[in-house]
């Protein structure tokens, strides 16, 4: 005979139990009233032994009514202490919420975890003027900096845990990778992927920020993405692109990071080609290089250092454009790291040209290569020319960049060097205000149209060749751009069909009308399988480094001279949180894994 379970019998509470035998029910289990404790099976005779073994002599002189009245007094006892303990459980869930509130925003704002202890000094300090009588529940939030570096760590592994639970439904990831160095003098390598679903749905998310102690060579480099990619569980065949800053050691031909990761992915026996890209931003700051103009920032540099390194200098400067009523104010300083400052630089000594001049000559220096009329029209020249670059620079700069956009705007600016070149040569300057300015106040020469000219030919020709990895993907990004307008019969055969379908189809036609390149991949119908594939892997490329320079940025103002001690697991975990774009931590899920239970604080530095 087979055994009886006890909860397939539906046996039900009667009411009667309560006053006969004290016991009421909580939670599906049947409780004493009168010494708290439950009884496993819910039948009769396990409730009357109970209350005739330990509770019969002290209620055997009551009657029904009585016994009913004192069954409704312990109820409500037991529900005033339930609702207290509900209450404090609530308060300490809200108390551990509030720290991992705190502690997202500190990491956040770059500010150390002793802050913690500052902001709750000043909550106190508010809650005694503004709520008095609630100054205990602010002080059972636990801020300390223990506890803060506690909850960072806590909030960068539950974003790991989504971000690996995303990466499994990736059908083609790609990955930026760049390295600088701390003020610690610590070699940083940072790794961005970008992943694709089934859907479609693009995901941009910080993998992974790696100390290099010792060397950095392309195997080094090379190990610790290896790792990452290992530890995120991601499958190295839908490894579609590597970006990265075109250092010899990223993209050295035999022993370069590139070179290593393709023979790891002929190992794994991936289908695939990597298709690997140096940085367009970065490849877009060299051409300007191509101009050999640097005599004339070499003398820029130098006038604009002798006005800004002395204070005495600085502030007379200052004082003399106030009083000649400039529009200016003063001359910003030119870092060579900073690409965007030199355009600044120039805009602004050009536009203070006879101001710097009259200043140099009250202070007794030489001036005569400032005055000289050919020096004049180059710095005008680089001064036009360097603001067009910047508006490009900054076009290809932010997050979610898709790389045919970025593509097309490369694209677009060689054409208006092409432009550009044409109308110098013929001395129409209507894109360069600068140079029709020096124009019109030239006394003796004329204006060197053709020698500018020239400088603007060979920057087309540096963006021709910097650009010619990207020429060789045209055909791919371009499908992915307007595949509307792409050729079918220049296409790859298994793609041709599905090409055909979609060109004569004019519902996804006016849907890629209304949505742009970027949004209508979404829309591709399941009937085309190739053709989605085709655009994840496209939509998965990084064009540029962007986010990993910023990434640096944001170490650098974590990681100051004042918290050089700031440890790699937590940097890591700062990092993390403060870069984190698509993905947000799951504070309740934490608490909830906490419970009301305090977690004990581990030992960290600031």
């Known amino acids: 005979m087979a055994k009886r379970k006890v909860d397939t019998e539906n046996r039900g509470f009667q009411t009667r139990w309560e006053s006969e035998y004290m016991?009421?029910?909580v939670a599906g289990k049947p409780v004493c009233l009168l010494c708290g404790e439950s009884v496993a099976v819910l039948k009769e005779y396990n409730l009357r032994r109970h209350y005739e073994t330990k509770h019969a002599d002290k209620n055997k002189n009551m009657d029904m009514e009585q016994r009913l009245q004192k069954a409704e007094e312990l109820k409500r006892g037991l529900k005033s202490r339930q609702a207290l303990f509900k209450k404090a459980k609530s308060q300490?869930?809200?108390?551990?919420?509030?720290?991992?509130?705190?502690?997202?925003?500190?990491?956040?704002?770059?500010?150390?975890?002793?802050e913690g202890d500052f902001i709750k000094n000043c909550m106190i300090k508010v809650?005694?003027?503004?709520?008095?009588?609630?100054?205990?529940?602010?002080?059972?939030?636990?801020?300390?900096?223990?506890?803060?570096?506690?909850?960072?760590?806590?909030?960068?592994?539950?974003?790991?845990?989504?971000?690996?639970?995303?990466?499994?439904?990736?059908?083609?990831?790609?990955?930026?990778?760049?390295?600088?160095?701390?003020?610690?003098?610590?070699?940083?390598?940072?790794?961005?992927?970008?992943?694709?679903d089934s859907n479609l749905s693009v995901t941009e998310e910080f993998l992974a920020l790696r100390p290099m102690h010792g060397t950095t060579t392309g195997h080094d480099l090379y190990e610790e993405v290896s790792r990452c990619v290992n530890e995120m569980e991601l499958p190295w065949e839908k490894l579609v692109g590597l970006t990265t800053d075109g250092a010899p050691a990223m993209c050295g031909h035999r022993s370069g990071l590139v070179a290593k990761i393709r023979e790891k992915m002929q190992e794994e026996n991936a289908t695939g080609e990597l298709t690997a890209y140096h940085c367009i931003i970065h490849q877009e700051a060299l051409c300007g290089k191509a101009l050999k103009m640097e005599h004339v920032m070499s003398i820029i540099t130098r006038t604009v250092n002798f006005i800004r390194a002395k204070g005495l200098n600085h502030s007379q400067f200052k004082a003399f454009l106030t009083e000649l009523e400039t529009e200016h104010g003063d001359l910003p300083y030119h870092t060579e790291v900073r690409w965007l400052s030199q355009g600044k630089v120039l805009q602004?000594?050009?536009?203070?040209?006879?101001?710097?001049?009259?200043?140099?000559?009250?202070?007794?220096?030489?001036?005569?290569?400032?005055?000289?009329?050919?020096?004049?029209?180059?710095?005008?020249?680089?001064?036009?020319?360097?603001?067009?670059?910047?508006?490009?620079?900054?076009?290809?700069?932010?997050?979610?960049?898709?790389?045919?956009?970025?593509?097309?705007?490369?694209?677009?600016?060689?054409t208006k060097l092409t432009l550009w070149e044409t109308q110098m040569r013929k001395e129409n300057l209507s894109h360069f205000p600068s140079c029709q300015t020096m124009k019109e106040k030239l006394s003796t020469s004329a204006f060197p149209s053709t020698q500018l000219a020239d400088k603007i030919g060979m920057l087309a020709a540096d963006f021709r060749r910097r650009f010619a990895d990207f020429e060789a993907q045209k055909s791919r990004l371009e499908l992915l751009g307007n595949p509307f307008a792409v050729d079918v019969e220049s296409s790859p055969p298994n793609l041709q069909m599905e090409l055909i379908d979609l060109q004569c189809n004019d519902?996804?036609?006016?849907?890629?009308?209304?949505?742009?390149?970027?949004?209508?991949?979404?829309?591709?119908?399941g009937t085309m399988p190739q053709l989605r594939i085709q655009a994840a892997q496209t939509l998965s490329m990084f064009g540029s480094t962007y986010l990993c320079e910023q990434l640096f940025s944001l170490m650098n103002l974590n990681k100051t001279s004042h918290r050089s001690r700031l440890t790699a697991e937590h940097l890591h975990s700062i990092l993390r949180i403060s870069s984190a774009q698509s993905l947000t931590p799951n504070i309740d899920e934490l608490v909830e894994k906490m419970g009301h239970h305090q977690v004990s604080p581990s030992t960290s530095n600031k």
């Not at 519902?507 to 119908?525: I, N, S």
């Open 23 to 25: 016991f009421t029910k």
């Open 507 to 525: 519902a996804l036609r006016a849907k890629y009308a209304a949505v742009g390149a970027a949004e209508f991949a979404r829309f591709l119908p």
């Open 348 to 414: 602004r000594c050009f536009e203070l040209r006879e101001e710097i001049c009259l200043f140099l000559d009250s202070k007794g220096k030489d001036t005569t290569q400032l005055r000289d009329e050919m020096f004049l029209c180059e710095m005008a020249f680089l001064c036009d020319i360097t603001s067009h670059l910047n508006a490009i620079n900054l076009q290809l700069q932010g997050r979610d960049r898709v790389i045919s956009d970025m593509y097309s705007t490369v694209k677009a600016f060689k």
């Open 92 to 114: 300490g869930q809200a108390a551990v919420k509030a720290s991992f509130i705190l502690a997202e925003e500190i990491a956040k704002s770059a500010r150390p975890f002793t």
């Open 127 to 196: 809650c005694d003027e503004v709520c008095p009588e609630k100054r205990q529940l602010f002080l059972n939030v636990s801020l300390s900096r223990n506890t803060i570096a506690e909850r960072v760590d806590q909030l960068s592994i539950n974003l790991k845990e989504q971000l690996v639970k995303k990466g499994k439904d990736f059908i083609a990831y790609s990955l930026a990778v760049d390295e600088s160095t701390d003020i610690s003098d610590i070699a940083q390598l940072s790794i961005f992927i970008r992943g694709v």
